[in-house]
């Protein structure tokens, strides 16, 4: 397997290198059907502490996505760290991915029922205090952007609790759209269908 390293703002040698591939060997061990590994390295400075170097681990393995970032005053403690988180992760993947599907076996594949959020309207045209009001609450400063594969509710529940998100967005393959599953504060789920106005 093929990893995909990425540094900004830092430069790695060799060392560094071999001992993220040493890192992801580990990893791969606990999880055979790894297809797709992607690391990404940056150093941020603050005021308030040293540099520090960030690192951030996807992995894709059974058409699902892991995900694990972490910071350290080196790059080797922050991979540790990261390494840690995703085989944190690995593990309970791997323990949903057996539960789920003994549930499916048990239940017949049954259908369930999602419940459905309904998103208040935002106007088209917003007024000069409206506008403040956006300015104070922040701006865009970064988009994602990856490959979706169809799922179903359920599917896109465990994809993003295993992202530790509190909402995911997916391609539902029963209503051939895109919807949004989130965590509700009563701890279950709720899904959102959008409707064009």
Same mark, same amino acid.
């Given at each position: 397997?093929?990893?995909?390293? +990425?540094?900004?703002?830092?430069? +790695?040698?060799?060392?560094?290198?071999? @001992?993220?591939?040493?890192?992801?060997?580990?990893?791969?061990?606990?999880?055979?059907?790894?297809?797709?590994?992607?690391?990404?390295?940056?150093?941020?400075?603050?005021?308030?502490?040293?540099?520090?170097?960030?690192?951030?681990?996807?992995? #894709?393995?059974?058409? %699902? #996505?892991?995900?694990?970032?972490?910071?350290?005053? *080196?790059?080797?403690?922050?991979?540790? %760290?990261?390494?840690?988180? +995703?085989?944190?992760?690995?593990?309970?993947?791997?323990?949903?991915?057996?539960?789920?599907?003994?549930?499916?076996?048990?239940?017949?594949?049954?259908?369930?029922?999602?419940?459905?959020?309904?998103?208040?309207?935002?106007?088209?045209?917003?007024?000069?205090?409206?506008?403040?009001?956006?300015?104070?609450?922040?701006?865009?400063?970064? #988009?994602?952007?990856?490959?979706?594969?169809?799922?179903?509710?359920?599917?896109?529940?465990?994809?993003?609790? =295993? +992202?530790?998100?509190?909402?995911?967005?997916?391609? *539902?393959?029963?209503?051939?759209? @895109?919807?949004?599953?989130?965590?509700?504060?009563?701890?279950?789920?709720?899904?959102?269908?959008?409707? =064009?106005?």
């Amino acid at each position: 397997m093929d990893i995909q390293v +990425l540094s900004r703002n830092v430069e +790695l040698n060799p060392e560094a290198h071999a @001992y993220i591939r040493k890192k992801f060997d580990r990893l791969q061990r606990h999880l055979r059907q790894m297809t797709d590994a992607k690391v990404e390295v940056s150093r941020t400075s603050a005021r308030a502490q040293a540099d520090k170097i960030i690192v951030q681990m996807t992995v #894709t393995a059974g058409g %699902s #996505t892991l995900r694990g970032q972490e910071s350290g005053v *080196n790059l080797f403690a922050a991979v540790d %760290s990261v390494a840690d988180v +995703l085989d944190r992760q690995i593990r309970r993947f791997k323990g949903r991915v057996y539960r789920t599907a003994q549930a499916r076996k048990a239940a017949g594949r049954a259908a369930s029922e999602a419940e459905v959020a309904v998103v208040a309207e935002v106007p088209d045209v917003l007024d000069d205090e409206d506008e403040a009001l956006f300015e104070q609450l922040g701006r865009v400063v970064r #988009t994602k952007r990856f490959a979706m594969k169809p799922m179903s509710v359920e599917d896109a529940a465990m994809q993003m609790e =295993l +992202l530790s998100h509190d909402f995911f967005l997916f391609y *539902n393959n029963s209503s051939g759209e @895109y919807n949004v599953v989130y965590r509700r504060s009563d701890g279950d789920y709720g899904v959102i269908e959008p409707l =064009l106005a």
